[in-house]
């Protein structure tokens, strides 16, 4: 009696990436981009109380965007009212 052999599987090719090609333009902004974040750097503890509060580190991801929100609107007030508020690196 012969034994049934397991059938071959098939080898599926996978799809070729194509690389994306951009404009010098573009190139030049992500350059730039990267070299801004790489500048900034991580925050501080200390900075980032001085942003969030006391309960800044405390606080959840979904908690600090709406941290945010406020204070983005506390700062189109400020400027409406003609109190233009320095802006201060992290």
């Known amino acids: 009696m ?3 052999k397991a059938s071959a599987v098939k ?3 996978k799809p070729v990436q194509r690389t994306q090609v ?10 730039e981009g990267t ?10 503890k200390a900075q980032f109380v ?4 006391p309960q800044g580190p405390k ?3 979904a908690q600090r ?6 204070q983005s609107e506390a700062a189109t007030i400020r400027v409406s009212f003609g109190k233009a508020a320095r802006h201060t690196r992290l």
Request: proline share 3%; glycine share 10%; charged share 30%.
């Open 50 to 53: 001085k942003v969030y509060g």
């Open 59 to 61: 606080m959840t991801w």
């Open 2 to 4: 012969k034994t049934k």
């Open 22 to 31: 951009r404009s010098k333009a573009a190139r030049g902004n992500i350059a």
């Open 35 to 44: 070299r801004l974040f790489a500048l900034a750097g991580r925050p501080t």
């Open 11 to 13: 080898k599926v090719k």
């Open 65 to 70: 965007a709406k941290a945010g929100e406020y």
